[in-house]
């Protein structure tokens, strides 16, 4: 997506569209054929049985890219860096919030308008639905904007060993709330301190690709494939062992699992901007379509989903799982990308121009 602040890179946007791919995959293979259970079976389909691991991507992504403009541009000016990223967030954020209160008018409360900022806390509206369940994000990302000024000035100031430092404490703090919370698996999926440390490994990735990208480092296309054959192998483990979808709660993996994931998905994010290897130019355009629209797809590709297993289900042509799968996969995908384009256009597009630059 362009920006006023810093020069525009596809590959971000490759980046952003790899994202909503796995988290419309995810919900696709579940919602369709699998019903939200473990298939430690699946491993090896891992980026599709946990293809929630999008979301740890678009957290990484956000800390990558605030902090490289930070680094590149100069300092934030606050309160134009909020007003940005509510034009930026709100808008197509509020028309779903008001979808969800409208579901579920019977049982609305005063108070749930709180649950603007705080969309995955306690009970939120947009959580009693499928359509809407996806928002549960917002917050926690918005959480991140307020303070993410603040902790870019200081690692900015004391070095590379802050962001590092931080994200200790914010692990020391997991682990005793693993001993205290009832879910704490849940607890680490859905909340800022489950996710803290996946936006500060997104920032700690901007200062190292800014030193690699000065050096002319990690150039081979190798580094990516290398990376993303480690995502591929740690969210496969994390299929056969520790399935999100798992009833156990007290899984010990999942304290230090989000910054694994995270680690994982700065390193391919790092190596795939340095990579001097492009894409083939219909597949880069292809995804930095799907990045551009890609707010859009994740927060409305769940109403094609509902909408196409109501009214039609999904297709059975053959036999064999796979080739019905990709099949659902690529018609239900475009078409929950052509409606995720006509919101772009419709409800983000004319807020995206009141924009202004942000740093001095």
Known sequence: MQSS?????????????????????????????????PNPDAWYLGLMVEGHTGIGLFFVLSGF?????RLQAGEIRYMDFMRNRFLRIFPLFLFVFFVSISIGRNEFRAADILYIFFSNLGTAPTSGSFITGAAWTISVEFTFYAVFPFIALAAVNKGLSYLPRLILIVLLFKLGAYF????????????LLGRFDQFLIGMLAAMVYQHCQSKGRLTSVLWPLFAALLIWGGV????????????????????????????????????????????????????????????????????????????????????????????????????????????????EEPFLALRKRYVK
């Open 5 to 37: 602040n810093i020069a525009y890179l596809p590959r971000l946007d490759h980046l952003r569209g790899m994202a909503a791919l796995l988290v419309f995959v995810y919900h696709l293979y579940h919602h369709f054929y699998h019903g939200w259970q």
């Open 65 to 69: 890219i605030f902090m490289l403009i």
């Open 180 to 191: 205290i919370s009832e879910n704490p698996k849940h607890m680490y999926y859905s909340t």
């Open 236 to 347: 496969g483990l994390m299929a056969a062992e520790f399935s999100y979808q798992a009833k156990l709660q007290h899984d010990a993996w999942w304290v230090i699992w989000p910054s694994i994931e995270a680690l994982l998905w700065a390193f391919l994010v790092v190596t795939y901007l340095c990579s001097t290897k492009a894409l083939p130019r219909l597949l880069s355009r292809c995804f930095e379509t799907m990045g551009q629209v890609s707010y859009s797809w994740y927060l409305m590709h769940a109403l094609i989903l509902w909408l196409w297993s109501e009214l039609i289900g999904p297709l059975h042509v053959t036999s064999s799982f796979l080739p019905n799968l990709l099949l659902n996969l690529i018609i239900v995908g475009g078409l929950s990308l052509a409606f995720a384009k006509l919101s772009y256009h419709t409800l």
